[in-house]
């Protein structure tokens, strides 16, 4: 089966920073990775999604990279606000896996003023 | 849209007792729905697989005559935790894949469900 590590467990950076969430992936089958953010007691939430055949996908202060050939993907936030800090959960999805998604072990992510 | 909703959001229950949690998509039809669980700061981990008119299918290590799972209609499934223990205390979260097309791998997240056993 797919398993997924996710790096740090923790990330504090201050206000208008980056940050920066890393994740590998064992299964070179798998084709879909989705980043979610969750906040304590909530439900998670999906802030960006990418599909094996592109490397990188965007949307305003939220970017994700795929290296394929390296099994690993990257959220990355830009110019950090206090209401981004949470958990944040990267998965994965193994073709012909049924849709199940394999989630990372998570990242608290706390941004100080 | 694409909306799940969980019910209850929290239940205490006694020992030796048996719980239902509802998961429903709200505007969008789902053969399939996840059940996870969560522990506190800890990830997700998926416990069974719902398929809407057919037999759940369970992860290793996930018994399948303690956590029922009944997925009787596109819209509803539920999961059942029989003869529930201190242990069993834990967050309990669905989602649900919409069958009618769209994004074809997203998956919605219900509310979640705090069980508290006593």
């Known amino acids: 089966g797919e398993n997924v590590e996710q790096h740090p467990s923790t990330l504090s950076v201050q206000e208008g920073d980056s940050a920066v969430i890393k994740c590998t992936y064992s299964d070179s089958a798998s084709n879909y990775f989705p980043w979610y953010k969750q906040e304590l007691g909530k439900r998670p939430q999906l802030i960006i999604d990418i599909r094996s055949n592109v490397g990188e996908k965007k949307d305003q202060r939220i970017a994700v990279t795929l290296n394929k050939t390296a099994k690993h993907f990257s959220l990355h936030i830009t110019e950090t606000q206090p209401e981004d800090s949470a958990v944040y959960f990267c998965a994965a999805r193994l073709t012909g896996g049924g849709n199940k998604l394999t989630f990372g072990t998570g990242t608290q992510l706390k941004v100080e003023l | 849209g694409a909306v799940v909703s969980q019910h209850p959001s929290r239940v205490i229950c006694k020992s030796g007792t048996s719980v239902k949690i509802e998961c429903r998509s709200l505007d969008f039809q789902a053969t399939t729905m996840f059940w996870y669980r969560q522990f506190p700061k800890k990830s997700l981990m998926l416990m069974a697989t719902?398929?809407?008119?057919?037999?759940?299918?369970?992860e290793q290590g996930v018994e399948k005559d303690k956590f029922l799972i009944n997925h009787a209609s596109l819209t509803l499934s539920t999961l059942t935790v029989t003869s529930a223990h201190p242990e069993d205390s834990s967050f309990y979260i669905c989602s649900a894949r919409d069958s009618a097309g769209g994004y074809p791998y997203e998956q919605y997240f219900g509310p979640g469900t705090r069980l508290t056993v006593t």
């Open positions: 719902s398929n809407e008119g057919s037999k759940a299918t369970y």
